[in-house]
Structures are given as structure tokens and as C-alpha cells.
């Protein structure tokens, strides 16, 4: 058995600390709104232009005018503000960011991440992720351990055009905690029912297994 997406972002949620900003991108990042520890108190970014972001709401809540970079409906906390994107990004590329959380298709054990092209495929354009990577004081990828072919999406080098170079040192995935130590992946957290040998067999690029590795816990 590996994690759902809920899952990972459960996961992701125990790395946030009291007082961080923190971005979510699109995708699995979003769901992190719902699992915010109870203890912390967090102020959730999202680049379209909003400070305060709550958890999804409820049928009966949705606001069509409230949504995040992804154009999924969400709620607001109280003391939340709205601004436009040219102040968002002001806000991400002076640093202000304490941890952004991404999607990807592909990471490189030397940090190297792309997640906003594939060749051949129409896309709207690169968005904020270029911002992001480069600007960000920490920076968790959250992804599927492979795609849909069962092909591992953490390699020795990215093939698809990258979004930046570097700058990834945490991943979570259906199947493992990852750190990136050294120009290598080491595997530190494993996913309940998934064992060492499938999340080494899953991961084309150099995996290490760190000395105090441990089953992942997830509530």
C-alpha cells in the first residue's frame, strides 16, 4: 500500500511551524490547508493574491469570487487580505516565504526540479513556480513516486525542461520521506505497508538509505 494525495499532504502539514508563511501550489499542495496542526497558527499564501487562505469550504460555502492559483474555490480566515498578483510576487521574490510546497514531474538527486512543461503539450504558460523555486527559504515537492506509466519520477537527471536548478532538499511522496544530501537521495521516512526494496526499485536515480530511517507516521 502507498499513501493517497490526502495522505501525502497530511505528511507535509507536520513540517509546517508556528508563525511560517507558507505558498501551496497547485495540486496536491492545496489539500495542506485542511491538515494544519491545531497547535500552530500559519498564514497560508496563494500567488493569485490572497493572504489568510483557509481550508476548501464546504457545498454550501463555495464563493465563486474566492479561489486559489488553481481556480479551486476556497475560504478565507479572519484578517485575511487581498491584493493583486504584482504584490504577491513581491512578497515571494524578496523572501518573505518561509516554505513553499510544489508539485513536479520530475526531481534530480542534485535538487533539479521541472514541473511546468512537457514538450509537444500546451500550457498556459510557466506561472509562478520559476518565481518560487528561486526565491523561497525552504521548499517540499509533493508527488506520486512514479507516473502513470509506473516509471519513477525521481532520477539521476531530468529530461523535461527544468523549473530551477538546485534547490530541492525534502520530498514526499505515495511512498517515502526523501531528503536530498549530497547530490543523492536518501531515503529517510517509509510509507506504512511499503517496503525499502519497492521505494529503491521505484526511484531510478541514487538512493541511500539514511541510519535512522523509519515508518512514516500519518494520523
Given at each position: 500500500?502507498?499513501?493517497?494525495?490526502?495522505?501525502?499532504?497530511?505528511?507535509?502539514?507536520?513540517?509546517?511551524?508556528?508563525g511560517y508563511y507558507v505558498n501551496l501550489g497547485i495540486g496536491i499542495p492545496t489539500l495542506i490547508a485542511n491538515y494544519i496542526p491545531q497547535n500552530i497558527s500559519v498564514v497560508l499564501q496563494s500567488e493569485n493574491g490572497l493572504l489568510g487562505m483557509g481550508p476548501f469550504p464546504k457545498k454550501e460555502d463555495i464563493d465563486a469570487d474566492l479561489i486559489n492559483a488553481g481556480k479551486e474555490t476556497i475560504t478565507t480566515l479572519y484578517g485575511s487580505a487581498l491584493f493583486s498578483s504584482a504584490e504577491s510576487f513581491a512578497m515571494i521574490r524578496s523572501g518573505r516565504i518561509d516554505l513553499t510546497v510544489l508539485g513536479a514531474m520530475?526531481?534530480?538527486?542534485?535538487?533539479?526540479?521541472?514541473?511546468?512543461?512537457?514538450?509537444?503539450?500546451?500550457v498556459k504558460g510557466m506561472g509562478?513556480?520559476?518565481?518560487?523555486v528561486s526565491s523561497a527559504k525552504n521548499i517540499i515537492v509533493a508527488m506520486m513516486h512514479t507516473n502513470k506509466k509506473g516509471e519513477s519520477k525521481l532520477l539521476r537527471k531530468c529530461t523535461l525542461p527544468l523549473t530551477g536548478k538546485h534547490c530541492i532538499k525534502k520530498i514526499v511522496t505515495n511512498m517515502a520521506v526523501i531528503e536530498i544530501i549530497d547530490s543523492k537521495f536518501v531515503?529517510?521516512?517509509?510509507?506504512p505497508g511499503?517496503?525499502?526494496?519497492?521505494?529503491?526499485?521505484?526511484?531510478?536515480?541514487?538512493?541511500?538509505?539514511?541510519?535512522?530511517?523509519?515508518?512514516m507516521q500519518i494520523d
Open positions: 500500500m502507498s499513501l493517497s494525495k490526502f495522505q501525502i499532504a497530511q505528511r507535509i502539514a507536520q513540517e509546517l511551524k508556528d520530475e526531481v534530480a538527486q542534485n535538487g533539479d526540479i521541472a514541473n511546468w512543461k512537457i514538450p509537444g503539450k500546451m509562478g513556480a520559476m518565481d518560487l531515503l529517510q521516512e517509509y510509507a511499503v517496503s525499502i526494496g519497492e521505494i529503491i526499485k521505484a526511484t531510478e536515480g541514487e538512493i541511500i538509505v539514511a541510519d535512522n530511517v523509519c515508518e
